[in-house]
């Protein structure tokens, strides 16, 4: 399982929301960062997932469904 779209765009734009992670997760912002590029599975961790929902996001906001979300990808190309 991997993060949305919606929390590698927060991650990659939000240069709070990227920090304070890093912060939680014991890692470089620039790490955080690339690992958002990649949609790296070390942002599905607990610390990180209890960051995002101290932000604000639901559960179903936070993680994607692997089949929807590569089915939208290639409709989009």
Same mark, same amino acid.
């Given at each position: 399982m991997?993060?949305s779209k919606?929390?590698i765009?927060? &991650? #990659?734009n939000d240069?709070n @929301? ?5 912060? $939680? !997760?014991? /890692? ?8 958002? $590029? $990649? /949609?790296s599975r /070390?942002l599905?961790l607990? =610390?990180a997932? !209890? @960051?995002y929902k =101290?932000?604000? @996001?639901?559960e179903?906001? &936070? @993680?994607?469904?692997?089949?929807? =979300?590569? #089915? /939208?990808?290639m409709? =989009?190309?």
């Amino acid at each position: 399982m991997k993060v949305s779209k919606i929390i590698i765009e927060k &991650i #990659l734009n939000d240069n709070n @929301f990227s920090i304070e992670l890093a912060k $939680r !997760l014991g /890692n470089q912002q620039q790490s955080v960062l690339g690992l958002a $590029r $990649r /949609n790296s599975r /070390n942002l599905t961790l607990w =610390e990180a997932v !209890l @960051f995002y929902k =101290e932000q604000g @996001f639901t559960e179903e906001e &936070i @993680f994607c469904d692997s089949k929807a =979300e590569t #089915l /939208n990808s290639m409709s =989009e190309e």
